[in-house]
Nanobody, 122 residues
Framework: QLQVVESGGGLVQPGGSLRLSCAAS????????IGWFRQAPGKEREGVLC???????NYADSVKGRFTISRDNAKNTVYLQMNSLKPEDTAVYYCAARRYYCSGDGSAYDYWGQGTQVTVSL
């Protein structure tokens, strides 16, 4: 079964850090771009950042300087390091996979995870 699975969410105080993981199974990530999306209650899903198969990265302005994305193809996993978290970062975070290139359009992705909750609160 081809799938991606997120992990690492949780509750963190403002200014804190979390690292999310996106692990692929049933296929190798070497030829895939991984996008991270998030959806907060009552809001539309938004693209956060993405890493292409060639490790080019795209970041939303709202997370530049705070979030970084990296990939470890040997572990078939992509990581989202989130620093200086703010309450407005609270959302369900999803990773998604598509061939080679990043896209800001979620419908362009072939595989989606189930999501992991990130809550930033005192």
């Amino acid at each position: 079964q081809l799938q991606v699975v997120e992990s690492g969410g949780g509750l963190v105080q403002p200014g804190g850090s979390l690292r999310l993981s996106c692990a692929a199974s049933g296929f190798t990530l070497d030829y895939y771009a991984i996008g991270w999306f998030r959806q907060a209650p009552g809001k539309e899903r938004e693209g956060v950042l993405c890493i292409s198969s060639g490790s080019y990265t795209n970041y939303a302005d709202s997370v530049k300087g705070r979030f970084t994305i990296s990939r470890d193809n040997a572990k078939n996993t992509v990581y989202l390091q989130m620093n200086s978290l703010k309450p407005e970062d609270t959302a369900v975070y999803y990773c998604a996979a598509r061939r080679y290139y990043c896209s800001g359009d979620g419908s362009a992705y072939d595989y989606w995870g189930q999501g992991t909750q990130v809550t930033v609160s005192l």
